[in-house]
């Protein structure tokens, strides 16, 4: 059986900017993904803490060293420059791939600088 786990996380990320008017993503810091974990392409939950809205999006890899947390698409409509994020990325994993896994967590801090990372175990 799979379960599907937090695999990684962002933890109180600013959005940098947003662009209604580009084809959906969210464009996250090349940094921030390596340390991480999420990749290209990877689906992610990204919860608002200022309003509450919840919404799925993909990743697009931003330039490294940049900072930059954009919501582009549809979803730019749900946040506002400088809103505090929580971006999710889960994996389906069996019992055993779960024993082993940490989840990788960035602390953000001001100027989506990363302060921490922690690491989330099965226990």
Request: hydrophobic share 40%; charged share 25%.
């Amino acid at each position: 059986m799979l379960r599907k786990v937090l695999h990684s996380k962002l933890h109180m990320a600013r959005v940098t900017a947003r662009r209604p008017d580009y084809v959906g993503s969210v464009t996250i810091d090349a940094d921030m993904l390596e340390a991480c974990g999420m990749r290209p392409n990877d689906a992610v939950e990204i919860a608002n803490c200022r309003n509450g809205e919840r919404f799925e999006t993909y990743v697009i890899r931003g330039e490294p060293g940049s900072r930059v947390i954009e919501i582009n698409g549809a979803a730019a409509h749900l946040v506002e420059t400088d809103d505090p994020l929580i971006i999710m990325h889960y994996a389906l994993m069996t019992d055993e791939e779960y024993r082993g896994h940490g989840a990788r967590v960035l602390v953000i801090g001001p100027g989506n600088r990363v302060e921490r990372t922690l690491r989330y175990g099965p226990a």
